[in-house]
């Protein structure tokens, strides 16, 4: 009897020690700190494009929820200027400046492999729609408003569909940063003087995600 005692007092704590190692085994690794991790997070982005051959500022947000570090669902967009001479001359007598400037949303599903490393990847999949429109730049260069860049040319709206690829960094249990690149899909649009697919191309840059990481 005291021979059988000792003999599952050994199984329990074998097995005891196995459920804590698959539990350390199935935590969150980060870069700081060692946490198991699920729930949501809000996310900011700042990258680089080209919009018709031109230099173009993107930014974006969205905000998701993770399920079991292995699949994010959610909603975001992106909004994005074109901050070159878009056009040399609109009119005959003057020489303006223009610029693409508009922005695109909708679900994203965002498939992630090995959330719980420190290192990975994911790769999230815009599906939505936006609006362009060309602006007129009276006032381009240290005189220029940003919240009034001039009146409307013209304008469209465009389906589209990003596929991205992000490295993602576990930082802390709380603060992630990723750097991605994605390439835009879009329908065909109809805007003064600009190709039907100027807002096709790849875009660059970095994303960093806060919320409930742990």
């Not at 982005?45 to 230099?55: H, K, P, T, V």
């Not at 929820?65 to 001359?89: P, R, T, W």
Request: charged fraction near 15%; charge should be negative; hydrophobic fraction near 40%.
């Amino acid at each position: 009897m005291k021979q059988l005692s000792i003999i599952l007092f050994m199984m329990l704590g074998a097995i005891c020690a196995r459920a804590q190692e698959n539990y350390r085994n199935d935590q969150v690794q980060t870069l700081f700190t060692n946490q198991q991790s699920n729930g949501w997070y809000g996310a900011f982005s700042l990258g680089y494009s080209e919009i018709d051959g031109r230099d173009a500022l993107m930014t974006g947000a969205r905000g998701m929820y993770v399920f079991d570090q292995s699949l994010a669902i959610g909603l975001g967009g992106y909004g994005f200027v074109n901050n070159l001479d878009y056009h040399h001359s609109y009119y005959d007598n003057s020489d303006p400046r223009f610029m693409l400037a508009g922005g695109y949303g909708g679900l994203i599903v965002e498939p992630i492999f090995g959330g719980r490393k420190a290192v990975h990847l994911s790769f999230p999949l815009l599906v939505g729609i936006g609006g362009v429109a060309l602006l007129e730049n009276d006032g381009w260069g240290w005189d220029w408003d940003p919240y009034y860049p001039g009146h409307e040319i013209d304008n469209d709206v465009f389906f589209v569909l990003e596929p991205s690829m992000e490295l993602e960094f576990n930082l802390t249990r709380w603060f992630r940063a990723a750097a991605y690149a994605s390439y835009r899909f879009t329908s065909n649009i109809e805007i003064y003087e600009t190709g039907s697919d100027a807002l096709e191309g790849f875009s660059f840059g970095m994303t960093f995600k806060f919320g409930k990481l742990n």
